[in-house]
């Protein structure tokens, strides 16, 4: 298979984004800046190819088989100080509590890229909302298919505002600079744009299997 170049600047991007975000959300924004294509699948070998930690998937955060830690067994007493241990029990959550920084699930941020994310999961898992109010509403987006904001508004993640679109769709509504302030023919725009875009797909696998 035909490697797929990112250039230093695109990885940088992904080094940036990537922490506290899922597979699919960084793949979602990294489409969305550079206009490209690529899989989960693609930026997640990206992710472990160049060591990026989302702190999400457990990646280079594990002891490896056969490690183990250097006070392994050992009392507290014998690695620490008394003035030591009393300053740990003075920072050390007590069972059940919860740190005050860690926002609440349904919690909302902006990202720094305009989109809105909302908390999902605790402690610190972050969704794109637009994709999360999608999901939750018509289930898993299918493969190579992106959802995008009608009015073009990022903020705006009301249901009416949102359309599933393949995503070779957007790229191209995208290079021919096609859409308007009207949500209605955006949404039509993106609806014909699409069956252009997959016909023209079925008739290259057509040609290919002649």
């Not at 899989?39 to 280079?60: D, E, W």
């Not at 909302?129 to 992106?146: A, D, M, N, S, T």
């Not at 959802?147 to 009416?160: A, P, R, V």
Request: aromatic content about 10%; glycine content about 6%.
């Amino acid at each position: 298979m035909k490697y797929k170049h990112y250039t230093d600047e695109q990885i940088d991007y992904i080094r940036e984004i990537a922490k506290g975000r899922t597979r699919q959300d960084i793949t979602d924004l990294f489409n969305e800046k550079f206009n490209q294509n690529r899989t989960v699948k693609g930026i997640a070998n990206i992710l472990h190819r160049h060591k990026i930690r989302t702190g999400m998937q457990g990646y280079n955060t594990q002891f490896k088989k056969g490690n183990g830690a250097w006070n392994k067994g050992l009392k507290r007493e014998e690695y620490l100080t008394k003035d030591q241990i009393e300053k740990s029990k003075e920072t050390q959550f007590k069972k059940g509590q919860v740190s005050p920084r860690r926002k609440d699930l349904g919690a909302e941020r902006i990202n720094e890229f305009g989109f809105i994310e909302v908390k999902t999961e605790q402690p610190d898992t972050w969704k794109l909302k637009h994709r999360h109010i999608w999901e939750e509403e018509h289930g898993e987006i299918p493969y190579r298919h992106v959802i995008i904001f009608k009015d073009g508004d990022k903020t705006n993640c009301e249901l009416y505002n949102l359309m599933m679109v393949y995503q070779n769709a957007v790229t191209t509504v995208g290079m021919r600079k096609a859409l308007t302030e009207y949500p209605e023919i955006n949404e039509a725009i993106y609806n014909l744009t699409e069956l252009e875009v997959k016909t023209n797909v079925r008739k290259r696998n057509e040609e290919a299997i002649k």
